[in-house]
């Protein structure tokens, strides 16, 4: 009995001291920008960068209310996508961190412009949550609802596409800030259980995509007005006929808007992501190309029509509304108390087509412009291939 009593008081002490230590190391040890390491520094220096361009031009990625620049972060350092394994986890904007015996302040260059950074005790139990092998959630710190992001070296060295620090973070911090109390995924109301997989329905698709294919290339607000005009009349009489698809205006606007985010950032600071992006020149493909990719099995499955291609339609369309001077992130912005608007919402009321029954004989010259009876072709073989 005496010796198993003086085992645990040995290992109850042993533990004590390995605290004690990592206590210490994380107070006093490497607590400069110069003395991390380069993958740590590295992150550092992309948040300095979209902190930067939020501090001054917020309102070309959002609006002038959206700083996530003041938004509270917790960065953790892992050995890859999902990792379980923890390394060093930096804290930024969270109140009262500097009196706490678990944290450490780090100290960076003025150049950086950061607000004060600090580094978590690997025992600060206020993270424990953050172990779990996910590439960000929400933990509580201070009595503040904080959003931590994992970052590893590849996201940094040779990320895939949309998976670069910036970009992803962007992306998941919009939907845990800007997206709160957005509705439109509301218990899963923004996927479409059984999707209507037929021709037709492909065909018209085909048509959207042929429509937003023409915009994009157009400078001309009157242009890109009159194309998406066609485009809604099209959006119309496909949800006429298939009322079940409107699910996918609800994927357009949660997911477009925070991928509209990535693109806008992107736009920004010089680098090539967009729309439907490629990792080679011309760094993008067209709504057409992926549709006829697709169509002829060359590319992914017919299922990334279904859903995956609405963060893509969604920014899209958000992206030429703003070429086309229509209004809309106002009206976008959602909560329990007051319903926002899709994009699809936004265009029915800007052209004025809310409520109007649309036949064939409005579409006619629109389907025989974009080869309709081709495009029926390509549905059928989507329907084939197990679309």
């Known amino acids: 009995m005496k010796k198993s009593k003086k085992a645990i008081v040995c290992i109850g002490v042993a533990l004590v001291a390995v605290l004690l230590l990592t206590i210490l190391s994380n107070k006093f040890y490497r607590t400069t920008f110069e003395s991390l390491n380069e993958t740590d520094q590295r992150m550092l220096r992309e ?7 939020f501090e001054k031009s917020s309102d070309k990625l959002w609006d002038k209310d ?104 962007l ?36 048509v959207e995509f042929s429509l937003l294919d023409q915009a994009m290339t157009s400078n001309s607000p009157e242009t890109i007005q009159q194309l998406l005009y066609d485009w809604t009349l099209v959006r119309n009489y496909r949800y006429q006929k298939w009322p079940q698809l409107i699910a996918e205006t609800k994927t357009e606007a949660i997911e477009g808007s925070a991928r509209y985010i990535e693109y806008r950032y992107s736009q920004l600071t010089g680098g090539n992501l967009t729309v439907l992006a490629l990792k080679e020149k011309p760094y ?64 029915k009321a800007y052209f004025k087509l809310d409520g109007a029954a649309v036949d064939e004989l409005q579409l006619n010259p629109i389907k025989a412009k974009y080869d309709y009876e081709n495009l029926l072709r390509q549905g059928q073989k989507l329907v084939s291939i197990g679309g």
């Open 47 to 53: 948040l300095s960068t979209i902190y930067t361009n």
């Open 171 to 206: 992306h998941e911090a919009f939907h845990t800030y800007k997206q709160k109390e957005w509705t439109y995924d509301l218990n899963g109301s923004d996927h479409i259980v059984d999707y209507l997989a037929n021709k037709e329905n492909y065909a018209l698709m085909g």
């Open 284 to 347: 993008h493909i067209t709504f057409m190309q992926a549709f006829n990719y697709i169509a002829n099995g060359e590319a992914y499955s017919p299922s990334f029509l279904q859903r995956d291609i609405r963060y893509e339609t969604g920014s899209a369309l958000e992206l030429l509304m703003d070429k086309a001077n229509i209004a809309w992130k106002e009206a976008i912005e959602d909560r329990s108390t007051q319903r926002g608007k899709t994009q699809y919402e936004t265009l």
């Open 66 to 169: 959206y700083r996530f620049d003041k938004e509270p972060l917790v960065l953790i350092g892992t050995n890859k996508d999902r990792g379980f394994w923890r390394r060093e986890a930096y804290v930024v904007n969270v109140p009262q961190m500097e009196s706490n015996l678990f944290t450490a302040e780090i100290k960076t260059p003025d150049s950086l412009r950061l607000p004060k950074v600090y580094r978590l005790s690997r025992f600060d139990v206020r993270a424990l949550s953050a172990w779990f092998p996910a590439n960000f959630s929400t933990l509580t710190i201070n009595d503040t609802e904080v959003m931590y992001y994992k970052y590893h070296p590849k996201m940094l060295n040779d990320p895939d596409l949309y998976f670069d620090f910036a970009s992803f973070l």
